[in-house]
T-cell receptor
Framework: DTGVSQDPRHKITKRGQNVTFRCDPISEHNRLYWYRQTLGQGPEFLTYFQNEAQLEKSRLLSDRFSAERPKGSFSTLEIQRTEQGDSAMYLC??????????????FGEGSRLTVL | AQSVAQPEDQVNVAEGNPLTVKCTYSVSGNPYLFWYVQYPNRGLQFLLKYITGDNLVKGSYGFEAEFNKSQTSFHLKKPSALVSDSALYFCAVTTFFDAGNMLTFGGGTRLMVKP
């Protein structure tokens, strides 16, 4: 399958622990996005990358959230000192870069975080 | 700030009947509008988009949507519903088409198609 893959699919952790999620985008896509989806709500934009450059990060929810895409391929989203309010589905998406951009995002199946 | 409203949490329709899922938006500037569908245990899938041009856009699986600028709406429609259309539908908007596709999503509408 050559779609967007996310790992792990489900993470259960205790409050105060750090968690990291990984996203592997479609290989030829330059742009990578992270969204958060809480129960009963639509996805909420967090951050995005064009290759390895993080071009928008002001909507990360707090300074406990950080994302990297060191080689312009896969990305990680880390949440430090987790809180129960961080429990949500974390979605990754990718898209082609400028010139090939049709506006469509290709989403992974998400990583569900449960903070006890 | 931009926002999207999906006023119905759930829409029920009988198989074979037409369906409409409502969406209204609020933006400063020209909107770029999208519909995505989410099946259980599956990622969000793109259905269709309005960028410019014809107000009636056609997408995947027989769905279409009509952009109405005066009513700031982008309702999703299908002439004849299938049971397999049952899913969660999200409307989304952005005003920066080529600046990262930072979409603002509505809260979603669950479509239930009954045999």
């Amino acid at each position: 399958d050559t779609g967007v893959s996310q790992d792990p699919r489900h993470k259960i952790t205790k409050r105060g622990q750090n968690v990291t999620f990984r996203c592997d985008p479609i290989s030829e896509h330059n742009r990578l996005y992270w969204y958060r989806q809480t129960l009963g709500q639509g996805p909420e934009f967090l951050t995005y990358f064009q290759n390895e450059a993080q071009l928008e990060k002001s909507r990360l929810l707090s300074d406990r959230f950080s994302a990297e895409r060191p080689k312009g391929s896969f990305s990680t989203l880390e949440i430090q000192r987790t809180e129960q309010g961080d429990s949500a589905m974390y979605l990754c998406a990718s898209s082609p870069g400028t010139g090939e951009n049709t506006g469509e995002l290709f989403f992974g199946e998400g990583s569900r975080l449960t903070v006890l | 700030a931009q926002s999207v409203a999906q006023p119905e949490d759930q829409v029920n329709v009988a198989e074979g009947n037409p369906l409409t899922v409502k969406c209204t938006y609020s933006v400063s500037g020209n909107p770029y509008l999208f519909w995505y569908v989410q099946y259980p245990n599956r990622g969000l899938q793109f259905l269709l988009k309005y960028i410019t041009g014809d107000n009636l856009v056609k997408g995947s699986y027989g769905f279409e949507a009509e952009f109405n600028k005066s009513q700031t709406s982008f309702h999703l429609k299908k002439p004849s519903a299938l049971v397999s259309d049952s899913a969660l539908y999200f409307c989304a908007v952005t005003t920066f088409f080529d600046a990262g596709n930072m979409l603002t999503f509505g809260g979603g509408t669950r479509l239930m198609v009954k045999p």
